[in-house]
């Protein structure tokens, strides 16, 4: 809109900035206590007497050099789209290094109001700030406020209503203050005169600024403009001149004059208490960062973490299910009945996608009440702590103390999700570190490893199941810090590292106002960007199993099949008072009327039922004396129809088998044979894993359709002798579990986050590899050396301990 | 001269100079690490790095490797 007015929000990480947009704009959006929280630029609109304004969120950082992404984000912004005025916010409680940034922004020659906050903290403190001093010295309106608490907002409003008039004049605004550089100056003028013949997009002074501080990202834009390199050359020699002369670094100099400045006004203008106040937070951290205590307590916080998460989200989901199972008897008596045979297209699709979102949705109450914690851990400012505590670990293996997170979510130990493990390492400041948390956190246990876990241990692993869980639940730690370590050296090798300089804010309490919205927020943007994707997954699943489909006489024959065994029925019908009142085509409305009539009775009690059942007789007579039995025609029919139903679904799974076996998915499966047999893996199981790619539960669901043949179940499915499975062939197939893959979902979240799709296929890539390698190592190498399944299990995992541990010690770059 | 990461727990310092440069350079003059400024070393880590120190009235934690580019000067 022409008439709209745009500010930019900027300031430090941590100073409030998110509080202050919330407040004007009322929007809804992310808040919290964790340094580089909010990366992405967000936009909010409120009104300011009678005018449309927008409001840009800028990303929080320490400084406007051109370090960091968010830094040259910022800068780009304010250079090149011109917000007419820029709010720019102080920590009360530490103006001074809030100055150092706002010295650099006004330096942009922006038009700037100061938004002071947080004053309640500082008074908290003892700390108090004068607002008129500041304005006077830096020469521009300030206001002050309590975002937090809501106070300040009219106030701030009537600053900006006061600026309003003079947005419409010149857009060149003259630089309200600026930092005196004393020795310096004389350079700087120098260098302004060089670039004053040129017609530069930005304002001059701050250019010959930044090419004295050998700002990179400054120095291409000039060159780029001038075409003229010339210009960089006769700056380094001012620069070279100036280290000559005075024996300092300008780049150097420049910070100290900018410090030295803010130091200046922040004494004049603040009052603090002459002692030292120990703060809650310092007696805090004395206990939660102690050498013993420390540890202690982390590990009893992210035990109680777990413990919410998994083990009452679990419960929780159960709980959930039943409204999920309604949600499919729903699609079910939406979509075209079954037929006997061949369902439609629409019928059989419909309630596949169905299936696939509400297996999703399953995971919901363990989201929420993850997102919850996580929303809690970073408002209180524990999180820093824990990255504090835990880097030195981490660092070693190529991660970084803001790793702990992401993995925690991704399932450490057993039980979590990708997706929002891999949504967590925004914040990770170090690229390397970055990428290598997101290509370890899909090898973390998520829960939907965990149905395939619990089934191959059931069979195979009966007697010592706590133990096997616990290989698995620790191994995958060993494994991922080892994967870590080498991609770090190999292909990471040359992504940018980032000191580790956090900050570590005081300790608050989380509103539950912020913590709710916090956690709707990112259960709306985790369902926003997946639930599309499985749509569309589920979609290519469905074809890659069911196509191309069985062959024309493959259907005759079931179709005889099917013929015959209606006809088995058709000919008790003749026997009964029913003959020629019930045709072939009563059939399928009456297997359809037996379901619904017993999901109807389902979980009440008896005398319930009773009166369903006497229901059901009065208006379907003819149908529910079939189900219910009734005189002696009923008797026989509904033997009959136990019969025709059950051979019904036997016929059906068969051709369910014979499809998947011909289909796209289980073609591949025996390609893949001839590697996979070194791991121990036949078609079947090909198949299976394959069919997890779209979500990891198909595992155990295809197995079972694979496996559970007949009426028996996939347990005794899978013990049948004539498959060959033994204890070695599980524990190959678990270790494969544990290095798969990420799912679709999980990859696409890779995608968005390293922005590129060749991230995503290295990440599939090299767990299948990987994945495959250590199946077959552990299946070939315990066949060759005579052990037994629990011996092999044992060997590998002391053999990934000793790599884990020697790896520790070895240095890696810095790039 | 001491660096900053061989204090002790609880311990003053000044400092002196930062020989680093580049992206750290940067980083420890954003955190206002200039010649002069009084630091306090709160303590280590559990597992003795990364330290956590106090710059005027902000908590922050750094590893010893970059620590050890800040020269400082004790009074004791």
Same mark, same amino acid.
Request: with cysteine; proline share 3%.
């Given at each position: ?27 809804? %959006? ?37 370090? &960091?992404?968010?830094?040259? =984000? ?60 500041? @304005?006077? /010295?830096? +020469? ?22 006061? /600026? ?41 002074? $701050? ?65 603090? !208490? ?7 937070? /310092? ?37 959930? $299910?039943?409204? $999920? ?11 075209? %009945? ?20 509400? &297996? ?42 803001? &790793? ?13 999700? *990708?997706? !929002? ?42 007697? =010592? *199941? +706590? ?207 001839? #590697? ?6 036949? $078609? ?70 390293? +922005? @590129? ?9 090299? %767990? ?48 | ?44 880590? !559990? ?8 710059? +005027?009235?902000?908590? #922050? ?6 620590? &050890? ?8």
């Amino acid at each position: 809109m022409a008439n709209e007015i745009s500010i930019a929000l900027a300031g430090q990480p941590n100073c409030g900035k998110s509080t202050i947009f919330n407040l004007l704009t009322g929007a809804k %959006q992310h808040v919290a206590n964790y340094p580089g929280v909010t990366i992405e630029k967000k936009y909010g609109y409120f009104k300011c007497f009678g005018s449309s304004m927008t409001l840009i969120d800028l990303p929080g950082t320490y400084s406007l050099a051109s370090y &960091s992404p968010e830094e040259i =984000t910022t800068r780009t912004f304010l250079l090149e789209e011109k917000p007419e005025l820029i709010l720019g916010v102080l920590d009360a409680s530490s103006v001074e290094k809030g100055l150092y940034f706002l010295l650099q922004l006004m330096e942009m020659e922006q038009k700037v109001v100061v938004a002071l906050n947080m004053v309640d903290v500082a008074k908290s403190r003892q700390i108090y700030v004068d607002e008129k001093i500041l @304005s006077k /010295e830096l +020469g521009v309106s300030v206001v002050s406020l309590s975002a937090a608490q809501g106070k300040g907002k009219d106030e701030l409003l009537k600053a900006i209503e006061a /600026e309003k008039t003079q947005f419409s004049k010149t857009q060149s605004l003259k630089a309200q203050y600026s930092v005196y550089y004393g020795d310096l100056e004389p350079f700087i003028e120098r260098v302004m005169k060089i670039c004053e013949g040129y017609d530069l997009a930005f304002p001059l002074r $701050w250019t010959a600024i930044k090419l004295l501080e050998k700002d990179s990202h400054v120095e291409s834009l000039v060159k780029k403009s001038l075409q003229n390199s010339d210009v960089l050359v006769q700056v380094e020699d001012i620069r070279n001149e100036f280290y000559e002369k005075f024996k300092q670094d300008p780049c150097k100099f420049i910070g100290f004059c900018r410090h030295e400045k803010a130091r200046e006004i922040a004494r004049k203008a603040c009052r603090r !208490p002459m002692t030292e106040v120990h703060s809650l937070t /310092e007696k805090l951290d004395a206990v939660l960062c102690h050498k013993i205590f420390g540890p202690f307590c982390l590990a009893l916080i992210l035990y109680l973490f777990y413990y919410l998460s998994v083990t009452v989200g679990n419960i929780l989901a159960a709980k959930g $299910w039943i409204l $999920w199972t309604e949600v499919e008897n729903f699609a079910r008596a939406v979509l075209p %009945q079954e037929n006997f045979l061949y369902d439609e297209l629409l019928t059989s699709l419909g309630n596949w996608i169905v299936k696939s979102v509400t &297996s999703v949705l399953n995971y919901l109450p363990i989201f929420l009440i993850m997102f919850a914690l996580v929303a809690i851990l970073e408002d209180s400012g524990y999180l820093a702590r824990i990255a504090f505590i835990l880097d030195r670990i981490f660092h070693a293996y190529g991660l970084h103390g803001q &790793s702990t997170l992401p993995l925690i979510l991704g399932g450490v130990y057993v039980g979590g999700c *990708a997706i !929002p493990g891999v949504m967590a390492t925004k914040g990770i400041p170090d690229e390397r570190s970055r990428f290598v948390t997101i290509l370890i956190v899909p090898m973390m246990n998520c829960l939907a490893k965990v149905p395939l876990y619990l089934l191959l241990i059931a069979v195979f692993f009966p007697d =010592t *199941a +706590g133990s096997t869980m616990f290989f698995i639940g620790t191994v995958t730690l060993f494994m991922g810090m080892i994967t870590a370590k080498i991609l770090s050296m190999t292909v990471l090798k040359h992504k940018c590292t980032a000191p580790f300089i956090i900050e570590l804010p005081n300790y608050h309490i989380p509103t539950v106002k912020s913590v709710l919205l916090q956690t709707f927020q990112r259960i709306w943007l985790f369902f926003k960007k997946i639930s599309t994707i499985i749509v569309a997954v589920s979609v290519i699943v469905f074809v890659l199993i069911s196509y191309p489909g069985l062959s024309d006489d493959r259907k005759a024959y079931y179709d005889g099949q099917a013929q015959a065994v209606i006809g088995r029925f058709m000919a008790d019908v003749e026997k009964t008072a029913l003959s020629g009142k019930f045709t072939e085509q009563d059939i399928m409305p009456l297997i359809a009327y037996q379901d619904e009539l017993r999901a109807k009775k389902k979980g009440v009690s008896q005398e319930d039922a009773k009166l369903i059942n006497a229901q059901a007789l009065k208006d379907e007579p003819v149908l529910a004396s079939i189900v219910l039995r009734q005189g002696k025609d009923g008797r026989i029919l509904a033997k009959s129809l136990r019969i025709l139903d059950s051979s019904r679904k036997n016929l059906r799974r068969e051709m369910r088998q014979e499809t998947f076996e011909k289909s796209l998915i289980g073609r591949a499966g025996k390609a893949l044979e001839s #590697v996979t047999k070194w791991a121990g893996f036949d $078609w079947k199981i090909n198949v299976a894993l394959l069919s997890a790619l779209a979500a990891k539960e198909n595992s155990a669901a295809t197995l079972g359709a694979i496996y559970g043949i007949e009426s028996g179940t996939v347990a005794d499915g899978l013990k049948a002798q004539e498959n060959g499975i033994t204890p070695l062939h599980a524990l190959a197939l678990m270790l494969f579990m544990t290095l798969y893959p990420p799912c679709i979902p999980a990859a696409m979240m890779i995608k968005l986050q390293t +922005g @590129s799709a060749k991230w995503m296929i290295f990440s599939m890539i090299y %767990q299948m590899t990987a994945g495959l390698l250590v199946a077959s190592f552990v299946f070939t190498g315990a066949n060759l050396l005579g052990l037994s399944a629990t011996e092999a299990m044992w060997t590998y995992y002391g053999l990934c301990l000793i790599t884990a541990v020697l790896l520790y010690f070895v240095k890696l770059k810095e790039a | 001269m001491k660096t900053l990461a061989d204090l002790k727990n609880k311990q003053e310092c000044i400092v002196k100079e930062i020989l680093a440069d580049g992206i750290l350079g940067q980083r420890l003059m954003d955190l206002g690490l200039c010649p002069d400024t009084k630091i306090l070393f709160v303590r280590r880590s !559990p597992f003795n790095d990364p330290i956590h120190i106090k710059i +005027g009235d902000y908590h #922050v934690a750094l590893r010893q490797s970059e620590a &050890s580019s800040i020269m400082v000067e004790t009074n004791g």
